[in-house]
């Protein structure tokens, strides 16, 4: 019998098969609800659909779904919000079994990466207990490797062992989610703005600029938002000037907000829900704006700090 230890575990699962999924998952869930913990299936559409139908009859197992185009971010908080409304509902604590989150588009794989490494920092102080399924059929050996990083053990229908390849989410986060140079930002920008010091204007620009764009109206508007919060926090706690680069190609808004002071380094900025006690130390904006676009990237430099925003249709 497989077994975890009371507070925090986060094991990754490498199946091949529907009966190796199931042979983990199943039992896994039911043991929690016997022991007076709450049972969820996060159920993505892919993974976690048979884990749904196998415990069907099951009253007590609930279920965490995400929108198909749901951002990293998001699903993190979602994680945060529900098991919280199990413990003050009374759960011992929560076991979480299913899809975690399996990218719809490819171009969302390194922020599903992000969110398996965030999730050990994140939830760490909960008494969670997630398995985190991932087809060894679907996946490369080199993806697969680069997902054992963010997870602390290992888990088969048989043991359940210490991964001596887990990196601790800063660790990860800081040496392999070093953010790559956009082919876009070799050519020219559709707007630039040298020294941002009128937030209106930017807004106007910004309007003026998206008009158009091949995205929905929904997404180009966070976008807009999430511009603006950067550029706040920018004009706020960086160095002028302020300057804007962005470009608007056939299915894709990317934008760098630069400033020239020292920025910061916390590759974790962002991730955790407004309203915990240690988010008084983080830039609280950033917790918007990784709601509001695809990818977001922090980098610094000799001489500058850059923000870099990115949504794709």
Not at 88 to 111: F, K, M, Q, Y
Not at 207 to 221: H, M
Request: glycine share 6%; hydrophobic share 40%; aromatic share 8%.
């Amino acid at each position: 019998m497989i077994t975890c230890s009371d507070g925090f575990a986060h094991d990754v699962l490498f199946f091949g098969s529907t009966d190796d999924l199931l042979a983990v998952t199943v039992p896994f869930l039911r043991r929690g609800l016997a022991q007076g913990e709450a049972a969820l299936v996060f159920d993505a559409g892919h993974n976690g659909t048979p884990i749904v139908q196998a415990l069907s009859n099951e009253p007590g197992i609930g279920r965490v779904t995400r929108d198909a185009h749901q951002r990293p971010a998001r699903t993190l908080s979602l994680f945060q919000h529900t098991v919280e409304e199990a413990l003050a509902s009374g759960a011992r604590g929560v076991r979480i079994a299913g899809d975690v989150g399996l990218p719809v588009r490819p171009s969302h794989w390194a922020e599903w990466v992000r969110f398996e490494a965030a999730f050990n920092d994140v939830l760490a102080g909960y008494p969670v207990q997630a398995v985190c399924p991932w087809n060894t059929r679907q996946f490369s050996d080199e993806a697969l490797r680069t997902v054992q990083r963010t997870h602390p053990s290992i888990i088969t229908a048989h043991s359940r062992r210490p991964n001596p390849d887990y990196l601790q989410p800063r660790d990860y986060l800081s040496r392999f989610a070093v953010p790559a140079p956009d082919p876009l930002e070799t050519t020219e920008p559709t707007l630039t703005i040298a020294d941002v010091t009128d937030l209106d204007l930017l807004r106007r620009r910004l309007d003026d600029t998206l008009t158009g764009c091949v995205l929905q109206l929904e997404d180009i508007e966070d976008f807009t938002f999430a511009v603006i919060e950067v550029a706040t926090n920018a004009l706020q706690h960086g160095r002028p000037p302020v300057q804007i680069r962005l470009w608007c190609a056939d299915r894709k808004i990317l934008c760098t907000v630069r400033d020239h002071g020292p920025g910061f380094d916390d590759p974790l900025a962002g991730y955790y829900t407004a309203g915990r006690a240690d988010l008084t130390q983080r830039p609280l904006g950033l917790w918007l704006v990784r709601r509001l676009c695809d990818h977001l990237d922090f980098f610094t430099r000799a001489d500058h700090f850059t923000v870099r925003l990115t949504t794709t249709a």
